[in-house]
Each structure stands twice: as structure tokens, then as C-alpha cells.
């Protein structure tokens, strides 16, 4: 949710959107301990989630592995040292006897991706986290990282603007072991903004009575029912969008639009 970053709403409001995605069924809240309005602030969306999200019945998932340096400085840091004071500081700010799905954030290349999952395993073990997922990782890389730890979740971009991901190796992977594979930035980022601009995707938009926002989503819910994305909110209102286009079901011919405009408009 976009809750704590440049823009997002203010603290009870931000309640109020966590709230509503709680009470119309959400049950997964994806978090990281660098989701903060700044460098200084890490672990404010953590803290947050733990004041909206006490006494409900959610699956909370954070992650580490990442430090952020400055106003936009974010560098990989996958040392088992670091991803277990990491760890430590993300389950006392949720205020929770363990972390319920433990991302490593990203690959850090100083340090071998079998140490770092190494670490989670061992702060698993000792009861910290209860599940363990890597975020941002190609076909190898996983490999390698289910070679030390069960992953029951993979966290990667996933949207039409980033064509090949279905075929990539990761999400087959996913759908052969029963993981989740969790599609992170399903607008595209910064591709988003040409969103507007396409013709072909307000079309499918209008014919299923739905925002081109809930025509993406619907449209990775359809890849495979191993993929759960996640969509952002800053609003009671776009969190209840968000959860309506779970309902949404597009044809195969109306996927091939989607897939189609958002390629054309490619740079």
C-alpha cells in the first residue's frame, strides 16, 4: 500500500485505507523495513501496519536486505549479520511473536544467495519468522535459494509493461511447487504513466464496466492462480477497487488486448 512514501496520506487516514482493504477481505499485507517517506524513517510502514493491523486476522510479509543511504540511494545488503538485526528490528516494530512471511528484499552479488537464505532459515529455527520468500530473483537464483530453505513465495515485478515474465522460468517454477508468486509493481512503475494513452486498454476497460487499473489486475489473476499482486492504495475507495477486481474475469481475447496495447506503446 502506498502508505508511506512521497504523497501518501496522513497516519489515521492511512489507518482508515488499511481498514478497508481488512474489512472488504484482504488477507495478505505486504511490507519492507525500507518503506519509508525517507532514509531517517525506516521501518515506518512496519509500524504503521502494526497499529492497523492489531487484533484483525491478516498475514502480514516484510522483508530485509536492503539499506537505504540518503534520498535515493538503495543498495542490497544480504550478509547474514545484517538480515538478522534486520529481522529483529522489523518483528519488534509489527509487535508480533513472529514474522509470518520473511522476504530477502534482493540479491546482494558481494554475498552468495545461499547464505543469505542460510540466515533466514536459522532465524526460522529460532522462531522469529514462520515462512521464508526472496523477492526480485531470476530462475537460478531461486534454485539456489530452495536448496537451503523451503520458498513458499517469490515477490517480482509482474505486469503487461514487462513482457517475458510469465516465461522466464520463475512463476513456472512457482506453479510446480505450490509457492505464491507475489507481482509486485503490476502498473509497470515508472511505465505507468502512459497508462492513460492507451486506447486498446480503456477499451477493455469499458466493455467489463471496470477502471484500467482493475483491468490489470484482473489480468494477472487470470496468468495463474499461483499469482497474487499487489496493489497499492492511498484511499478507503482504491483499496475497495483493488479487492472488486478480484471478481473481474477477462477472455483470452481480451487478455491479448491488454497484453497488445501495453506492447505498442513500448518506447
Not at 162 to 191: I, K, N, Y
Request: proline residues 4%.
Amino acid at each position: 500500500m502506498n502508505l508511506s512514501f512521497g504523497g501518501a496520506p496522513s497516519r489515521a487516514e492511512a489507518i482508515r485505507v488499511v481498514h478497508a482493504a481488512l474489512d472488504a477481505g484482504v488477507t495478505l499485507i505486504d511490507s519492507a523495513d525500507v518503506y519509508a517517506p525517507h532514509a531517517d524513517a525506516v521501518g515506518h510502514n512496519e509500524a504503521l501496519l502494526a497499529e492497523a493491523t492489531r487484533g484483525r486476522d491478516v498475514t502480514l510479509a516484510t522483508k530485509g536486505g536492503v539499506i537505504r543511504r540518503g534520498e535515493d540511494e538503495w543498495l542490497h545488503d544480504g550478509r547474514p549479520a545484517h538480515l538478522e538485526v534486520a529481522c529483529e528490528a522489523s518483528l519488534r516494530r509489527l509487535g508480533r511473536e513472529a514474522i509470518d512471511l520473511y522476504y530477502l528484499h534482493a540479491v546482494d552479488d558481494a554475498v552468495p544467495i545461499e547464505e543469505s537464505v542460510g540466515a533466514l532459515l536459522r532465524l526460522r529455527e529460532r522462531g522469529w519468522i514462520r515462512e521464508i520468500g526472496v523477492s526480485n530473483v531470476d530462475r537460478a537464483q531461486l534454485e539456489r535459494a530452495a536448496s537451503v530453505a523451503p520458498i513458499v513465495a517469490v515477490q517480482n515485478e509482474a505486469s503487461p509493461y514487462r513482457p517475458g515474465w510469465e516465461r522466464d522460468g520463475v512463476l513456472a517454477w512457482c506453479e510446480a511447487q505450490g509457492a505464491a508468486f507475489v507481482a509486485h509493481s503490476p502498473m509497470g512503475g515508472w511505465r505507468a504513466g502512459r497508462t492513460a494513452h492507451l486506447s486498446g486498454l480503456s477499451a477493455v476497460a469499458d466493455e467489463v464496466g471496470a477502471s484500467q487499473f482493475q483491468v490489470i489486475l484482473a489480468w494477472l489473476l487470470g496468468s495463474s492462480d499461483r499469482v497474487v499482486p499487489i496493489a497499492g492504495a492511498s484511499r478507503p475507495e482504491s483499496a475497495l477497487s483493488s479487492v472488486a477486481a478480484a471478481s473481474l474475469r477477462l477472455t483470452e481475447t481480451q487478455r491479448r488486448r491488454v497484453a497488445g496495447a501495453v506492447a505498442e506503446s513500448a518506447p
